[in-house]
């Protein structure tokens, strides 16, 4: 648990500093710093799973520090993306189209009726 809450917190803490250099930057309305980290923490979440699976040493420890941890901290859609990718190759591609678009509009909903009920 340690772990996995010190990988949270640097990955939380990249998030953060992603954001505000956008701020400074970006005057568009398109979310271009959630889009960036969101796609960024999908390459580095792939990338770590291949390294250390290529290698043979994806350990529960290191899963926890680096795909639980830095990725879930910096984004939970690297996870959400990993998830439906293994489900698609796995043979299940209805499964995966299910999960991604029942995860996007339950997503949408859920932050209406967040929005709703505090209004």
Known sequence: MLLAGAGGFVGTCCRFLINRFFLG????????????????????????AGILNKN?????????????????????????????????????LMVSLLYIAASVIAGLIAVWIGLTITN
């Open 25 to 48: 930057i970006c005057k568009y309305p398109f979310p271009f710093a959630t889009f960036t980290i969101n796609v960024l923490g999908c390459f580095i979440f792939g990338l770590i």
């Open 56 to 92: 043979g040493i994806l350990s529960p420890k290191l899963n926890a520090l680096l795909m639980v941890g830095f990725c879930g901290g910096f984004t939970t859609f690297s996870t959400f993306s990993s998830e439906a990718y293994n489900l698609g190759i796995n043979g299940e």
